[in-house]
Nanobody, 128 residues
Framework: QVQLVESGGGLVQAGGSLRLSCAAS????????MGWFRQAPGKEREFVAA????????YYADSVKGRFTISRDNAKNTVYLQMNSLKPEDTAVYYC?????????????????????WGQGTQVTVSS
């Protein structure tokens, strides 16, 4: 079992930045591809970004491309989401997720049902 704990959410003005972190424990972190998803009130959970075990494959939703950056530090068992130029429509609960994908460069990416473990989420609110 992998435990995932997100942090770094908060309230920020439009145009501002936040850095989300997701700390993993319980299994070998480098065996997992990692993803970030978000869910706004009344909407379905949507893909934000994903990264393979080595960082060699990275995917972004079109809505965040050029503004958000996903990265990981396998020595710290942590994945990050740097969010710049935030917009009110980025307001949501942000979740990190882990997909068991040892050594793979082709990973689930936006396919939400292929992730094996989920965190509890962290709220991001962007005011206009």
């Amino acid at each position: 079992q992998v435990q995932l704990v997100e942090s770094g959410g908060g309230l920020v003005q439009a145009g501002g930045s936040l850095r989300l972190s997701c700390a993993a424990s319980g299994r070998t972190f480098s065996n997992y591809a990692m993803g970030w998803f978000r869910q706004a009130p009344g909407k379905e959970r949507e893909f934000v970004a994903a990264i393979s075990w080595s960082g060699g494959s990275i995917y972004y939703a079109d809505s965040v491309k050029g503004r958000f950056t996903i990265s990981r530090d396998n020595a710290k068992n942590t994945v990050y989401l740097q969010m710049n130029s935030l917009k009110p429509e980025d307001t949501a609960v942000y979740y990190c997720a882990a997909e068991f994908a040892p050594g793979r460069t082709v990973v689930a990416g936006p396919r939400v049902h292929e992730y094996d473990h989920w965190g509890q989420g962290t709220q991001v609110t962007v005011s206009s």
